[in-house]
């Protein structure tokens, strides 16, 4: 009986299905592909040698893949030529120190590629692209075949630019920069011109979708606090403007992660920022798209191989045999030795300071300095193994607070930072809490915080953690009191400190290991503003809760495990 039921059930879902799929294949649907921060650079004749004796000598000190950019960009539009997209859209960065000699070079390629494929290429530029002098005006010219030449409108004052895509949209290119710089550049004059053109676009019965090189929804919590130079500023309200140009797609970049996350207004109306990866730097992934009626559909494909002929010379036969097989192997092998230097930027005392004062004030600063250097002296510690003989680890301490620490093949707390971010720029991440990853991260920094607050006096001890409770009182309460703290930390007694661990680091952890609902690489992307079709609706949340009951398990429990709390106070 039971089994009937669930036939006759699938077999409605079926119909449905074939239903839905007549609906949206009468739409008329645009097919394009998705790049961003390109960061070319034309290759040298011979790779250098940045780390002499590893494996990856020759990965660069940024974590763009420099020496290998031409193969990765001609790799990137073989592809796009092989496809059905009719044009691509790339969303700044295109090159990486910014010389015009780095702009003309890769203007050369899109135009052969538009010459040889009859495709079309749209542009708009980044922060990268004005490090070196080039300026708003000459960009235009140089890109004048990929967006400016067939512009409906062309922003005086910026690099903006309107242009129609074929059928009923429209794409909205904004310039987000501040000239040189990383922060955002919108000014209010940019504003007023956008709101020009979404009228005009409305007046001329077309959709209008956007691209531009900041994000303007937060991609991890506390974006615009930990990483503001990233996202445009709060009070710019981008996303409302966005609603109400009647725009529900940006395209974004900048930030070098593979992401999309949404916005969900009280009218029902959703806007999504898209953010796609940097193609040559790990995951080195780009988008196709298929844009309709009903949504968005996205897929995300990989640089997996390049040709070697386009590459350097001074490669070992082993680098050039992972490039032309596993491409994305070198590619993370090269991001970690990068990451190596780059983490300073990131975790060092000056970051973390900054990052804090930017949460609590300036009031907090008088007690930093003294936390900040006995913090990082422990949480630099090795994990399992002492670095010389009697020397302290951060295992053998944790197990001396009482805590069972799990095994990993992570030597240092920077390893597992880089695991971290490689899983969320990857995409779809999803670590559940009991990984023991993230629970042995959660000791090491309970571990070096306790053994901080050793050295500490205890006025600076109490006034830290009364300042930090008050800066997450209302938003990371509930994530900090989480299952993950519990199990990563649930032998421990001393409640202040590990209520202070888990408010530094839960939102953080989180972040970077559990996606939010907006799936990040294969995706469809329902437009919250179509014609309601009751019976469809009804399907695609049916399809939609069946396929996240199945591949989202450990999210919804942990979601379950942090509605109960660690402590009542
Ligand atoms: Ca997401
Ligand atoms: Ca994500
Ligand atoms: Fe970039
Ligand atoms: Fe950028």
């Known amino acids: 009986m039971c089994k009937k039921l669930v036939c006759v059930f699938l077999s409605i879902l079926l119909i449905l299905s074939a239903f839905a799929f007549c609906i949206s294949a009468a ?21 250098p040698v940045n780390f002499p004796g590893s494996k990856y000598y020759c990965a660069d000190k940024t974590p763009n893949l420099l020496s290998e950019s031409y193969a990765i960009t001609r790799e990137f ?25 780095e702009h003309t070079a890769m203007a050369q390629m899109l135009s052969d590629f538009e010459q040889t494929t009859g495709k079309r290429v749209y542009v708009i530029d980044g922060n990268h692209d004005f490090f070196n002098g080039v300026s708003r005006d000459r960009f235009k010219e140089v890109y004048a075949d990929f967006g400016y030449s067939e512009a409906l409108e062309i922003d005086d004052k910026s690099c903006s630019y309107t242009a129609d895509l074929g059928g009923k949209y429209r794409l909205i290119a904004i310039d987000s920069i501040k000239y040189g710089e990383g922060e955002d550049g919108i000014t209010q004059d940019l504003l007023t011109w956008c709101d020009k053109q979404a009228a005009q676009a409305r007046a001329d019965g ?8 900041h994000n303007f ?48 207004d009280g009218a029902d109306r959703t806007v999504y920022d898209i953010m796609t990866t940097s193609l040559n730097s790990y995951p080195c992934l780009f988008r196709s798209a298929t844009l309709s009626d009903s949504g968005l559909d996205l897929k995300a494909h990989k640089i997996d191989r390049v040709d070697p002929s386009l590459l350097p010379d001074g490669y070992t036969p082993e680098l050039l045999e992972e490039m032309t097989t596993d491409f994305n192997r070198y590619a993370y092998g090269c991001f970690r030795y990068a990451f190596e230097l780059k983490k300073d930027d990131f975790i060092s005392e000056d ?19 003294p936390f900040f250097r006995s913090f990082f002296k422990n949480i630099f ?39 971290f971010v490689s899983v969320y720029y990857a995409g779809d991440e999803n670590l559940p809490y009991y990984d023991p990853q993230i629970v042995l991260f959660m000791q090491c920094v309970y571990t070096a915080l306790s053994e901080t607050m050793r050295d500490v ?27 993950a703290g519990k199990l990563a930390l ?24 559990m996606d939010d609902e907006v799936a990040d690489n294969d995706v469809f992307l329902p437009a919250k503003n179509a014609q309601k079709n009751p019976v469809l609706d009804f399907l695609i949340r049916v399809i939609n809760w069946i396929a996240r009951a199945f591949t989202r398990i450990p999210a919804g429990l942990h979601r379950i495990f942090t509605q109960y709390p660690l402590f009542s106070r």
């Open 381 to 419: 510690l090795p994990i399992y193994t002492p670095s010389e003989p009697g020397g302290k680890c951060l295992a053998d301490m944790a197990r001396g607070l009482g805590l069972t620490v799990p095994q990993t093949q992570h030597a240092t707390v920077v390893d597992l930072l880089f695991y």
């Open 27 to 47: 739409d008329d649907s645009l097919s394009f592909i998705v790049a961003s921060d390109t960061h070319f650079r034309p290759a040298p004749k011979t790779v």
């Open 490 to 513: 649930g032998a421990v007694q001393d409640d202040r400190l590990l209520e202070m661990t888990l408010l530094l680091i839960s939102p953080l952890i989180e972040s970077f290991s």
């Open 77 to 101: 539009l073989r592809q796009a030529a092989e496809s059905d997209a009719e044009f691509i859209l790339i969303c700044g960065d295109l090159t990486h120190y910014g010389h015009i000699k």
């Open 351 to 369: 970051a973390l300071e900054g990052t804090l004062n930017r949460f609590v004030g300036e009031k907090m600063s008088a007690f930093l300095d």
């Open 206 to 213: 077309k959709t209008p979708i956007a691209m531009m090189h």
């Open 217 to 264: 929804l937060e991609h991890i919590r506390f974006q615009s606090k930990i990483l503001p130079a990233f996202i445009t500023r709060p009070e710019l309200e981008m996303k409302m403007r966005f609603l109400d140009w009647g725009v529900r797609y940006v395209f974004t970049g900048h930030q070098h992660g593979q992401d999309v996350t949404s916005f969900t």
């Open 457 to 483: 006096n205890v006025q600076t001890r109490d006034a830290l953690a009364a300042d930090l409770r008050a800066a997450f009182r209302d938003e990371a309460l509930p994530f900090a009191v989480s299952a």
